[in-house]
T-cell receptor, first 112, second 114 residues
Framework: QQQVKQSPQSLIVQKGGIPIINCAYE??????FPWYQQFPGKGPALLIA?????SEKKEGRFTISFNKSAKQFSLHIMDSQPGDSATYFC???????????FGTGTRLTVIP | GAVVSQHPSRVICKSGTSVKIECRSL??????MFWYRQFPKQSLMLMAT?????????EQGVEKDKFLINHASLTLSTLTVTSAHPEDSSFYIC??????????FGPGTRLTVL
């Protein structure tokens, strides 16, 4: 059973656009929600993470929006660049449990 | 961010041989490390949780006798794929837990079994 559902599977935007990737979860015990960026042939790199006590977190061009009641969270990439082309994974975990449950990934392509 | 290294980055071996993959946390101590497997264009699948000084915890469906994990120190965990077969060909990625939540991933090891 997929603990974290992610959509869309792939996304193509023009340079400067704002791609949005959505994730949903069921387990209300989850209290840590990171996003990872992965380039081909490389390991995932932590991008940004949020906890349920805030509804939004921004780091540079990356913003997480969190809706606790809907059990959904999303990643927004402002002013997207071709270098942002990668696969993005959302994840969730429960404090103390350590293991991350990953979404299925979104392959983002930013066209120059 | 924290640095986690893996070695080798790529390995090709014959069917029936064993392959060892090392995962090191370079600038912090990790009591817990994780091993994932990733097939092309798919998500990461947790194989096992490696705890320093104790036995690893394997996820359901992962053969512990085939994927041997040793976490001998706070900076090193190893995964040995024993008697590898072509179906074991995959991208293996480790991660190290820096604090109660944050995990940093290694660059991955591409295993090809001929």
């Amino acid at each position: 059973q997929q603990q974290v559902k992610q959509s869309p599977q792939s996304l193509i935007v023009q340079k400067g656009g704002i791609p949005i990737i959505n994730c949903a979860y069921e387990n209300t015990a989850f209290d840590y929600f990171p996003w990872y960026q992965q380039f081909p042939g490389k390991g995932p790199a932590l991008l940004i993470a949020i906890r349920p006590d805030v509804s939004e977190k921004k780091e540079g061009r990356f913003t997480i929006s969190f809706n606790k009641s809907a059990k959904q969270f999303s990643l927004h990439i402002m002013d997207s660049q071709p270098g942002d082309s990668a696969t993005y994974f959302c994840a969730a975990s429960r404090t103390g449990a350590n293991n991350l449950f990953f979404g299925t990934g979104t392959r983002l392509t930013v066209i120059p | 961010g924290a640095v986690v290294s893996q070695h080798p980055s790529r390995v090709i071996c014959k069917s029936g041989t064993s392959v060892k993959i090392e995962c090191r946390s370079l600038d912090f101590q990790a009591t817990t490390m994780f091993w994932y497997r990733q097939f092309p264009k798919q998500s990461l699948m947790l194989m096992a949780t490696s705890n320093e000084g104790s036995k690893a915890t394997y996820e359901q469906g992962v053969e512990k006798d085939k994927f041997l994990i040793n976490h001998a120190s706070l900076t090193l965990s190893t995964l040995t794929v024993t008697s590898a077969h072509p179906e074991d060909s995959s991208f293996y990625i480790c991660s190290a837990g820096r604090d109660r939540d944050t995990q940093y991933f290694g660059p991955g090891t591409r295993l090809t079994v001929l």
